[in-house]
């Protein structure tokens, strides 16, 4: 990476990512009115006017941040999926996710605060990253596109109910993360078998279905 001239040798991506990651800390333990761009700019320990510079403004900052924790997200839920039969491959993959979160809480809580915010942008991209875990799934269970409206709204009611299930453990930590995989992983094949009896042609084979429930 070129080191830009004239300022000590500093490197322009990295107070850059100075910013972000002051902002993320600052942002996952308050609401967005409460912090502000000068205490951003200090706790980064960088020139206020680089706020302006590489973002514009404190939501242009704001949104860096939540799709740079989106970014790592996605990452985790894109990892190469570990175990042989279909059971296995979605216990592990929740699991993962699930100890993905409870170990970056902060940045978990800040997403699930902003994506159910007023900004539409922000809510836009939470919205966007909780789908994709979702069709990823559908995707390897072979449903067809487009989703059918009962698959789609059984999908993001799961989705729901991992997101609450990580909150409880980030609040409370008196489940194993292991348990509350499994939790999330037989409710997914329960809620897939009940909208399957729902709607017959909802594009999931039954023995798909079936064979998330295999030990």
Do not use: C
């Not at 308050?30 to 403004?57: C, K, S």
């Not at 699930?98 to 922000?122: I, K, T, W």
Request: aromatic share 4%; proline share 4%; glycine share 8%.
């Amino acid at each position: 990476m070129a080191r830009s001239s004239g300022d000590g040798g500093a490197v322009t991506g990295d107070r850059r990512a100075l910013l972000v990651r002051a902002a993320s800390e600052l942002f996952s333990t308050r609401a967005y009115d409460e912090v502000t761009t000068a205490e951003i700019a200090r706790r980064a320990g960088v020139a206020y006017g680089l706020i302006a510079h590489h973002f514009v403004n404190k939501r242009g900052l704001y949104l860096a941040t939540v799709n740079a924790a989106a970014e790592r997200l996605r990452a985790v839920q894109e990892a190469p999926p570990e175990g042989g039969t279909p059971a296995e491959l979605l216990r592990n993959a929740v699991a993962r996710h699930v100890a993905y979160m409870d170990d970056n809480s902060a940045g978990f809580l800040a997403l699930m605060r902003g994506g159910n915010g007023s900004d539409p942008e922000v809510r836009a991209i939470i919205e966007g990253l909780r789908w994709e875990g979702a069709a990823r799934i559908l995707r390897a269970l072979g449903a067809a596109e487009p989703v059918r409206p009962t698959l789609r709204a059984a999908m993001r009611g799961w989705v729901g109910l991992l997101d609450e299930l990580i909150i409880d453990l980030i609040h409370h930590h008196d489940v194993p993360r292991e348990h509350l995989a499994d939790l999330a992983a037989t409710a997914l094949a329960a809620t897939l078998r009940r909208a399957l009896a729902l709607d017959p042609e909802m594009g999931i084979e039954a023995s798909a279905i079936a064979s998330l429930d295999e030990r």
